[in-house]
């Protein structure tokens, strides 16, 4: 095997493109290397079997120190599943000697995509985050980031960066070349508040959702210009409010962040939470911390429940270095749906109308009859059956388990009908539940009867009645011979 032999002033000026590898991979930087001169030896332009493994891992806070192409072992928070694709550049060729001085303030920047090979070679980063391209001969490689197929949640992709093979470590060209290219990350959330949720009971209750992003953390030269969620309720859902707020469990005053609210073409509140200036720079001077906020809705009223699954997500933008990046929580839900109540006369099975209910979330509350408090659908705490007997209560939460007992009480019969004061136990699940209906008796009140019946009573009334007429004549006449006289 052949080997050129490069002056020792030649090969310094290699290393200036390799060291800065380590640099650009660490920071996403354009820059151009700067680099220890290498040490004696050749530069085998023959040999075909070298290669650059990606070490994928995320950005440690604080930023740690450039790698500088050489192996350094197991990386804490490996990037599984982030696409990187390797093009060699055409117009260079290392065993040029003339090709060299170009090479002093090189960046990818400078990279005519016209000059890389096509289509290059991809890899997907495995479990440990490393991918390792091989077979490659002596030249200037062009390294891109792809795709997060692994849904890391990465916020800044790295820069396009340059490797050359070989490179200069420790005074020795190495034709394996290791370089670390790290990400910001964010991840965001959107869970019920188990405590809301199980305090909420009729619509028109708040449900809150609990929404936490944490903030990338950024490099020396991010230029951070955006952090917004942006919520589309349901439209089932209505908008409330927007509370608790806090960064790094600090709450953040009112002038760092922004809230509106508008109505889509579908009827759906579209809520937005954006950090302003002062909360970008707050951010930017603690990176890495958790953002936290409370949205608090209330299902609609007159809104149709549907199925009673009220689905709810939240998509966060984050934009840096003029790179904007989306991500959407998966949904998280709240369970919905109504008690059916039939109002029948026991006798014959007829719907009562005008019967009367109230309904609790205990037995004990629904059997005391100081019980002032019931549970309330948008204000209305008592209701009324139709015509018909049938009378629909709701929506009521039916829980995270989607499936809660509730207690009703008639507080008022119909005419003619018996109150029954009983409180009566019902089951609620989302969505309409029209399959289910809970029917209740009224007994008739007893008709009004004479004490006595038949002849003998009728007698003992006619000859009752006879008397007070004898008795009221005589008095009568007496009165009236009085007169006369």
Known sequence: MSAQKIPLGKRMVAALGTVAVAFMALFGAGAAAHAAPAGPGNIDFEKT??????HKHAQPNPAGDPADGSDLGVIDNPLEGVEFTVQKVENIDLSDETQWAQLQDLTAADIDPAD??????????????????????????????????????????????????????????EYTVHVYPKNSLTEVTKTLNEDADDAAEGAGDIISWDITSTAPVLAPEDEFTELRLVDTLDERLMFES?????????????????????????????????????????????????????LNTSVREGADIG????ENEVTQYTTINEQEFDFTTPP???????????????????????????????????????NSDPIAVHGQTTFTTDENGE?????????????????????????GYQL????????????????????????????????????????????????????????????RARSAA
């Open 391 to 415: 009378l629909v209560i709701g929506p009521l939460n039916a829980g995270a388990e989607n499936l809660r007992e509730y207690w009703v009480v008639e507080t008022k019969a119909p005419a």
């Open 242 to 294: 927007i509370t608790e707020v806090t960064y790094g469990g600090a709450a953040l005053e009112e002038a760092d962040y922004e809230v509106t609210s508008s109505t889509n073409a579908d009827g759906a509140d579209v809520v937005t939470f954006e950090l302003t200036e002062a909360g970008l720079a707050k951010v930017a001077a603690n990176d890495g911390q958790q953002l936290a906020y409370a």
């Open 116 to 173: 890389l090979e096509t289509p290059g070679s991809t890899l997907v980063t495995r479990a440990d985050g490393t991918a390792e391209f091989t077979d490659l001969e002596v030249g200037v490689y062009y390294v891109t980031e792809g795709e997060d197929t692994g849904n890391n949640n990465i916020v800044r992709k790295v820069d396009p960066f340059l490797v050359i093979i070989p490179t200069a470590i420790d005074g020795e060209w």
């Open 49 to 54: 079997d070298g290669s650059i493994i990606v």
């Open 307 to 310: 199925n009673g699954v009220i």
């Open 420 to 479: 029954d004061q009983t409180p009566q136990p019902v089951d609620v699940s989302a969505g309409a539940n029209a399959e289910l209906v809970y029917t209740l008796d009224n007994v008739k009140q007893p008709d009004f009867e004479l004490p006595l019946t038949g002849s003998t009573g009728t007698m003992v009334f006619l000859g009752a009645g006879l008397l007070l007429l004898m008795s009221g004549g005589g008095l009568y006449l007496r009165n």
């Open 332 to 370: 998280t839900i709240t369970n919905w749906g109504y008690v059916n109540i039939f109002k029948q006369d026991a006798d014959n099975q007829l719907g009562l109308g005008d019967a009367e209910f109230q309904i609790f979330r205990t037995e004990a509350e629904a059997a005391d009859p100081a």
